[in-house]
Each structure stands twice: as structure tokens, then as C-alpha cells.
């Protein structure tokens, strides 16, 4: 079997644009969170200074954003190949989120407790109706954190396969993706609010902790489905078209 001849569109599709998405997944933390930050300063919990009333862009544009990006590998695998890669690409993606993520918030817990205990002493613990040793938190243990990124992960993977069904229709793909996108940020809040060790900070403004959940998820809902319509017509698909 004759190998095919080199294209330029080969330098365009795998080297340039893979490049170009990594330095892009790169400058959100490094150069858009600081950026954010001083433009939209969040409320300070120790000097009680308050934020700016455009802070949660920061958390979309950045966990939000980040989020989207790794829900949307078993999305457009569930819609483009089947149901069984979206599921499999979503137990790998969001387990690997879940370890990032579990890290990241322990070790920012363990900061904010360690300031908190530095500006109060013991009295810190005693008012936040804590232990010695929350101040230490294991996010490993959260099941919020399991049931927001594995299971989430699985589901809407292996929904979107489900429900699309091998389907280049891009209405069926849209109603697929929008549709689990949704149910799963459903899920997410319910987690983040019942069974999550950080619940009492959903609870204390439930309606911000939803507007920051279902908005990037209804965003991945509607543009998974364009991106894997464009990447039918380019035949980028595991499948024939």
C-alpha cells in the first residue's frame, strides 16, 4: 500500500494548530489569570475588602475554560467515533483533571488555613467551627471532586455517543451535546452543594455557584457539536464520512 503524499495541510493540522491550542491552554493560567485578577480583584475574607462584581470572569475564564477544554475530547469522540471512546476518553480525562484539580485545592486550602491561623492563632480553627486538622484538608477523600470530573466525565461521553448515535446530522449532534452538557452541570452543582467539603460556599450563594457551573457548560454543549461538524467536512473523523 502506496503511503500518501505529503500535504502542507499535514504541517497545518498537526504541527501548527496543536501548537498553537497548547500555547493557548498555556497563557490562560500564565498571562489571562494575573490579567483578570487586577482588573477584577475578588473580596478579600481577611481585611473584608470587597471585589469587583465582574470576578466570577476570572473563574470562567480560567477553571471554566479549562474545564471545557478537557470535557471536550469524550464529547467530540462520543459524537464522532461512538459511545464506548467517548466514555473511555472521559474516565481518562477526567481522572487526570481530578488529580490536578484535587491538588490544586488542597494546596490552596492548606494556604488560605495556614493565613487564616496567622492572623487569628487558634482562634482560627475555633471560628470556622474546624479541627486541627482541616487545616490540612484531603480533597483526594471530596466525592464531589470523583462524581465532577470521572463520572462527569464518563457520562457525557458516553451519552453523547448514545444519544447521537453515529450521527452527522449536526442538529442530532448539537441536541446530544447541549443535552448531556446540561444534565451534567446539573450534576455538578447538586455534588458541589449536598456532598462536596467545601458545600457551605455553594449554599452561601447558590444561584453564583450555578451561573458559573451551567454557563460553561452550555458553551461546550454548543460548540462541540460545530467543531466536530467542521471537522466532518475536512474528513478529520475516526470514521469514514
Known sequence: METEKFKLKDIAYGLVVPVLVGLLIVAFPAILRPALDSWFPVADMWTGAAGSDWAFLTVIFTHGFAQMVMFSIPLLLGLLWNKWAGGAAGFIMGTLYYLGMAGYNTIFSAQISIQGYQMLGP???????????????????????????????????????????????????????????????????VFNYTISYGAWMTQGNPGDALFKIMLPMILLGVIAPVIAKVMTWYGLSPRKV
Open 123 to 189: 482562634d482560627y480553627v475555633t471560628s470556622m467551627g474546624m479541627s486541627a486538622n482541616d487545616l490540612l484538608p484531603n480533597l483526594y477523600a471530596d466525592p464531589s471532586f470523583i462524581g465532577n470530573y470521572i463520572v462527569v466525565g464518563i457520562l457525557i461521553g458516553y451519552v453523547a455517543g448514545a444519544l447521537n448515535n453515529g450521527s452527522y446530522n449536526f442538529k442530532r449532534m448539537l441536541g446530544a451535546g447541549l443535552t448531556i452538557s446540561i444534565i451534567c452541570g446539573i450534576l455538578q452543582f
